[in-house]
Structure formats: C-alpha cells, structure tokens
C-alpha cells in the first residue's frame, strides 16, 4: 500500500483540503483525514511526504504529437511518454498525423503497443483520422478505430474544408459516440501566410495569417454541431473572435467544448521577432487582445481544457528560413509550470486548474479522472512553489523546440503516478 | 570611424549616424566610377561573397562592380548553380563559404529573415540584399543618396511611395530610412496593398494616389507584378494604370521640382508611363549609378578599408 501523505487534495467539485491518500492494487483505496489512525497504517509499504504539495487527479493532455509511426527522430512514443511523464501527465492524446495516418484500427493498436512497450506507464489514447489519410475525401472505419483505442477524431494538422464530410463526419461519430476535434483553418485565408497578421508581421515583411481564417471555421463547425448534435470539440484556439463564437454557442446550449495551448495564454507575435521559428506555431501566436481574450475565456469557462497540442521538431526543420520552417512548439514539459503561472497571478484558482487539465478532457472524451474512494490511482503531485527554469536541452523530449528557453517558472509536477505506480519522481529524476 | 553594427540586415540595424556616414561616403566613392581607369587598390586582398538565391539583374551587378572597383575579389553565386538545388541547407551552405574566409557576405533570398538567419551562424559581415517582402537596405541607402544629391538634405521633405506596400522590401526600407532622417512619408494603394499593421511604420496612407502626390517632393513608384492578379489584389492592370499609374496627366497636379523614382525593374504602362520614366523628373538611372556608389561605400565601411579611397 502507498501513502500520499498530508498534501492539499484538490479533486474539483468535492475535495480541496489536507488529507490522506491510501492506495492499493492500483485503485484509491481510501482518502482520510491527515494524520488520522487508520485501519491500512499497518500495512503502508511507502510513504510519499507530500506536505506544501498539491495532489490532484492525474493530467491529461488531449492533445499531443508524438511522431511515431514515421518521425521518430522528432519523438517516439516512448519518448514522448517519458517527457509527458515528467511534465505531470498520466494519459496523453496523440493526434493521427502520423505517418502513416492513424486512420485505421492497425495502426492505433500499434500505437497503444508501443505505449506499453515504452514501459513508462503513461496512458495513450489514440485520436483516429477524421479522413482517409487525413486528404478530406473519404471518412475513416471510426467503428475500427474506436475498438482499436481511439476516443476521438481529428484531422488535426489539417483542417477539414469538405462541409459536407465535416457533416457526415460529425453525424457519424456520433452514432459511435465519438468526439470530433476539429483543427480550424480556412486554408483559402491563410494564402501563404507564416504568421499572425498584424504590425510585427507587417515590420517584418512576413505574409500575414488573419483571425478570420481560424474564426470562419469555428463559426462553421458550431453550426454543423447544432445540425448534427454531434460532440465537437475546437483545437488550439487562439483569436478573440473564436472565443467570442464558442462562448456565444455555449449560452444557448451547442455541446461544442474547446481547448488552448499555454502559449497562446502567455505569448503573442512579438516572440516571433528576429524570426525565431520557435515561436513558429499554427495556429500562430496573436495580438495581446487575443491573448487577453484567451486568458478571459479560460478563467470563464469558455475554454474547457488546457492542452499543449506539443509538436516537437528536430533542428532540421527549425534551424530553416522561417517561412520554410516547421509549425510546432515542444511543450509538454513545460505545460503545466506555465499554465500554473496563471493560478500564480490570480487568474484562475487551482481547482478551475485542475478542471482544465483532467476533469474536462476526461469528461470530453469519456476517461477516468478523479480521487475517490475506489477510483484508479492515476494522481500527479504538484509542487506548485519550485522554482525552475526552462531549459531545453534537459528536456526529455526530443523536440527542443520551445520560445520558453530560460523562462522562470514556479511550479512543476513532483510526481506522476498512473494506476498506484509512479511513473515519474521529480526528487530523483531531477539533479537540479 | 566605421559602422556601429557587423551586419546590414535592414535599416533598424543601422544608426542614424551609419546612415549619414554611409550616405556621406557614397558621395565620395562615386567619383571613382567617373575616372577612366575606374578602380582603386583599398580593398585589395579581400574577399566578397555575392550570394543570390533569387533572381536579379541590377542588385548583383551593382554589388558585383562595387566589389572590383575597390580592387576586392568578388564571387558571385545563384540558386541555380548552387548547392542548394542538391537540398544543401542555407547554413550548412553559408558555413562552408564561411571556412573559405571571405570578409563579407551580400546575401539575396526569397525567404524574409534569411540574411538575419545567415548572420547568426557564420562569424563573417553580412548584408542584405533583399529578403522576401522584408528589407533591401542598400536599395533605401541609394534612393536616400539620390534624394539628398537633388534636395540637399531629406529632413522636411515629403516622400510619396505608391504600389504594393504590403509586398514591397524597397517600400519597407524606405519608409523606415526616409522617416528616420527626418522626412514624412504618405503611401498610397488600394486598400489590398497596404499591409495590415501599417501602423508599424510611422506614416500617412491614402487610397487616394492624387492626393499622395499633390504636396510630395519625391514621387517613389513600385513595380506592379501582374501574376499578383492571381492574388485577387487589383482587377486588371489597365484600371490599376489608370487610377494608381502615374503619367502626365496626374503629374500636372505635382510639385514644379518634384522627383521621381522607381527601383525597377520598370513594368512601362503600368504602374508608370513610359513618358514619365523617362521624363524631365525622373531619376530612375541616377538611382542605379549611386546604387554602384552605396555598396561601394558600405564595403570601404565594413571592411575597414583607409581614408585613402578618397585619393
């Protein structure tokens, strides 16, 4: 038996207090008082003091690239498992812009093989192709792929600009149950563009990508959904107008969820100056009233989920001429110091925290999260006062790629346990 | 005295005193292409990279015979028979010139940001030729030298640019370079080619070119390329020629000294008739033959050559 000891137990909507965990065969056994005699005390194996840390339901990132199959000298699985690891996350969502697309059940079951195989223990959920090979012309076997593992679908790297076969698809991933996740982008409006349209683009000669061509799709997608009554799910928002649209869908009942990525809450386009293509992303990183609206709408609710859409790049597609760079930002292991920056400053408390990294993608996508009696012990302990700085040649990952090289940041996961095992431990994995 | 920066990237990396002493030793090389023997030894022994990923005719010469006229030794290279058709990358490729010890590199690219990317991988001065719709500094440092040669000085002028500002190097350049030395600077288009953020610059826009060019001292046309039909930003060249083209007609409302440029290459009929490029006003070729006198000036500058050119 395992002890999570004296920590502030947050588990939102019922728990936020200093209290016990007690964990056997993988499950919460029990959840008591701290420093309560109990019946278990005799048979506890280990102990983790977790006093002055915040213990929470594990982490999960809907929203992962890990390359593999086809790229694995940008990241493989287990690679990316690791880095997810060490970033607090105990289930992690790849998208299917693998090569070959995870569009079909064979290659979503050697997905989740090489999670097992990986031996990290973090969960992998598969998210299957929307299209055949992610080309927009014909749907994927979602019935295949969901017995396969996957517990949605995107095109993600790809928008879907068939109306019709986002209809169809949306219509039919409802008939599996399936969520639908849908990367925004009016390729018609992006027209070569690299970054975001603005002044810095505009001083640096760069052709510029307007709101507009995320925000017309968003507003399409919404619409499908009230047609279809399908799960829908928006990727990565990053413009004022998609909040303004999700937020408008939301007060008259539209079930369309959507997520953001921290950079998208702590960057705008001036990290783009001097063309460093690690701030290259896609979409791409916007206006301060951008930013603000963003941070609004995760403080609100309009944003549901905090996911880092992390794609890591290897120097060969980043050490390039920014317009021929690779979109992409490695940010799994810095995604929940920066989004804990947020609780820092005010902006959202740790249970609304808590809610955006594990309770509501697991509601969306329909995974376990929580800390109850009986529930899997899949728990990440958080110290929310270490101080770190990013450093990205210590990254697990092997995409170096991040904009928050030598960032500051208080706050980062002292463990990660999946199923009562501990998958990652910040007091020996880290030297410093 | 030499420049305050290693690389000219764009016209933020120069001081205004680079400015004024790059502009200030144009005047004087300018009398070495005049001579009948048109070189002088200053540079001898250096070394100048002349690297073109991108089509050009004027540019390259004019860095080309800068180079020879100051007695450095001057490789050119395109795309074309470059490694770069072998999939070699920018910086593998830059590095490899690097080990070869040239003292400076003049890069031309279609990328923006390229010469800013080649800058922070080799140890050697770089300038930039013109990147993408970025910047094309030596091309403001010679509209600059020609405008001061005429008017004397450039603070207090006003400066009209009209054409696709949005995708223009030589536009952002300029307006970037006339601003800081103290001219103000009206940009006039239809609204698809004013980039959003124009804001960025410190300048007036009209969609209005008649009102642009009523007050201006200086007329700047932009080449209009018609495959940016295609791009839906203008309908045809023949009403683009009739409301943004300047011809008499529309100059009759200029200034009685006003003067006119164009960085070429020249689309005559278009955006400029071919009675005005070749008008009283023009100084379209004076702007090449000081092209010559920039480079020259920004070679003498950066490779420390003596005062001795002057001779």
Redesign the interface.
Known sequence: MLKINGGRVVDPGHLDGVQDIIVADGRILDIVDHNAATAYDDGISRTIDAAGRVVVPGLIDMHVHFREPGHEYKETIATGCRAAASGGFTAVCPMPNTDPVNDRAQVCRFICQQAENSGVGVRVHPVGAISVGLSGEALSEYGDLKAAGAVALSDDGNPVSNDQLMRRAMEYARGFGLPVISHCEMLSLIAGGVMNEGIVAARMGLPGIPNAAESVMVARDIALCELTGAALHIAHVSTRESVQLIRAAKDRGVPVTAETAPHFFMLTDQAVENYDTNAKVNPPLRAETDRAAVREAVADGTIDVIACDHAPHSVLEKEVEFDAAANGISGIETSLGLSLSLVKEGGISMERLVIMMSTAPARILGLDSGLEKGAIADITIIDPDAAWTVDRDRFISLGKNTPFHGWELTGRAAMTIVAGQVVFDGTTARTA | MGLSTRDVLDIPSLSDGDIRLILDTAQKMKEISKRPVKKVPTLRGKTIVNFFYEPSTRTKVSFDLAAKRLSADAVSISAGSSSIVKGE???DTVRNLEVMQPDVIVIR?S????P??VARHVGVPVINAG?????HPTQALLDMMTVMEKKGDIRGLRLAIIGDI?RS?VA?SNMEGFTRMGASVVVAAPPTMI???????DVDVTHNMEAAIADADVIMMLRIQNERKA?FLFSTPREYAKVYGLNAAKLKNARSDVLIMHPGPLNRGVEISPDVADGEFSLILDQVENGVAVRMALFFLMMGGQRHAED
């Open positions: 990358t920018l910086i690219h990328s923006a940001g390229a800013h990317l990147d993408g719709m970025h910047a949005a190097r952002r980039p959003r953020g124009i804001e960025a610059f791009a």
